[in-house]
């Protein structure tokens, strides 16, 4: 395995609610990912009206940009405070209630009823809780995902995905043996076990 030192990192999900309170999010993009752009046609095929999935959504700006389309989008993130400031940056009214099905969940709904964001671990979604999806926006997941739980991860995102959905997933390609992640490195070669 080429992934040197990562294979054993563990980030605690109290770790990424800091990186939030303290302001270290070099990963949120203000202005939106460029390679959603380049690649809209490849994650649309098409097709309007689509449900979007944005896993470890953060407080993506691509998620207004979709809804804005047309599009329903549903995304799940550890932390309240990106959920909250995702709605006040955008100026979107919301409400907030609890997910019965996950105890201390709660689910983030703009009024206009096409942004649905749960406040969660992402392991306690599943396909009864969300529905299926037409398509993936994973701009920031699996790369932020622990090395040892990316099997976990795949299978969860697999069986939220309908027949004829469309995956887009960025990664980074760096020496892991120089930089310990998050964002980990993961090679192409895990991309096609893990996901086929």
């Not at 942004?115 to 599943?126: F, R």
């Not at 396909?127 to 699996?142: E, H, N, P, T, Y």
């Not at 969860?156 to 120089?178: A, F, G, H, Q, R």
Request: proline share 5%; aromatic share 10%.
């Amino acid at each position: 395995s080429d992934v040197g030192s990562q294979k054993d990192r563990v980030v605690t999900e109290e770790e990424w609610l800091e990186k939030w309170e303290m302001g270290n999010i070099g990963f949120h993009k203000e202005e939106g990912h460029p390679l959603l752009q380049k690649y809209l046609a490849v994650l649309l095929n098409g097709r309007n009206g689509l449900r979007i999935f944005f896993p470890l959504c953060g407080k993506a700006v691509e998620m207004k940009w979709l809804a804005d389309m047309g599009h329903s989008v549903v995304g799940v993130e550890i932390s309240e405070q990106a959920v909250k400031e995702f709605f006040s940056e955008h100026g979107l009214p919301y409400c907030e209630e609890p997910v019965p099905e996950i105890s201390g969940a709660k689910m983030f709904q703009s009024t206009s009823g096409n942004i649905s964001l749960y406040c969660c671990s992402i392991y306690d979604l599943s396909s009864s809780i969300v529905g299926k999806f037409d398509g993936v926006w994973d701009r920031g997941a699996l790369v932020a995902v622990n090395p040892c739980d990316r099997q976990r991860y795949a299978s969860l995102m697999i069986s939220l995905v309908e027949k004829n959905s469309s995956y887009l997933l960025v990664t980074v390609s760096y020496d892991p043996n120089k930089h310990k992640g998050p964002p980990f490195y993961v090679p192409e070669s895990e991309i096609k076990s893990l996901f086929g």
